[in-house]
T-cell receptor, first 116, second 115 residues
Framework: KQEVTQIPAALSVPEGENLVLNCSFT??????LQWFRQDPGKGLTSLLL?????REQTSGRLNASLDKSSGRSTLYIAASQPGDSATYLC???????????????FGQGTILTVHP | KAGVTQTPRYLIKTRGQQVTLSCSPI?????VSWYQQTPGQGLQFLFE???????NKGNFPGRFSGRQFSNSRSEMNVSTLELGDSALYLC??????????????FGNGTRLTVT
């Protein structure tokens, strides 16, 4: 059974800092990995999707890396801003013989607070 | 382009009742997935519909059911409500089957409280 763990559970940093969020998964046979953010009382917003054949993806100040063999992914946020405050979740999809099982398995998330 | 729309936003029900939640996906999206989010269990997959067919199902009891219409709109039904069903129910749509290399787009959810 795939398990996804995110460390740390919560993080508080001053504005301007670069930070790293970690995600690990137990079954390396993944199809892809996605990072999401969730604002309080809202749904999830997709940030980055890394295919199993890729090592990293970048979008603006965000960079996500994937090391499938070790079962790890990191989300790097550069020059953090108060507007980055949210819960960040990673999710994996298992590989079913070259295609996807479809369902996403989520970690419990990292609650990020960026204070001015 | 309108996002994923879930109605209602809030629901309060009594144990034993049943409830129906609605989800309208982004125009052109054919896949609709449902997730339950609770503080203790986090996000858990309920089921996915694609072209009106259930393609995948999570580990939830048969009290949880769903369907998808020809216009891709989806409904989720929970019968014989229990206190533990209190949660945020999230719907997500995508162009292709979820989990493929196409991002999921989530609605803002329906907050269900069972008393």
């Amino acid at each position: 059974k795939q398990e996804v763990t995110q460390i740390p559970a919560a993080l508080s940093v001053p504005e301007g800092e670069n930070l790293v969020l970690n995600c690990s998964f137990t079954d390396s046979a993944i199809y892809n990995l996605q990072w999401f953010r969730q604002d309080p009382g809202k749904g999830l917003t997709s940030l980055l999707l890394i295919q199993s054949s890729q090592r990293e993806q970048t979008s603006g100040r965000l960079n996500a890396s994937l090391d499938k063999s070790s079962g790890r992914s990191t989300l790097y946020i550069a020059a953090s801003q108060p507007g980055d405050s949210a819960t960040y979740l990673c999710a994996v999809t298992l590989n079913a013989g070259g295609t996807s099982y479809g369902k996403l398995t989520f970690g419990q998330g990292t609650i990020l607070t960026v204070h001015p | 382009k309108a996002g994923v729309t879930q109605t209602p936003r809030y629901l309060i029900k009594t144990r034993g009742q049943q409830v129906t939640l609605s989800c309208s996906p982004i125009s052109g999206h054919r896949s609709v997935s449902w997730y339950q989010q609770t503080p203790g269990q986090g996000l858990q997959f309920l089921f996915e519909y694609f072209s009106e067919t259930q393609r995948n199902k999570g580990n939830f009891p048969g009290r949880f059911s769903g369907r998808q219409f020809s216009n891709s709109r989806s409904e989720m039904n929970v019968s014989t409500l229990e206190l533990g069903d209190s949660a945020l129910y999230l719907c997500a749509s995508s162009l292709v089957l979820s989990g493929r290399n196409s991002p999921l787009h989530f609605g803002n959810g329906t907050r269900l409280t069972v008393t």
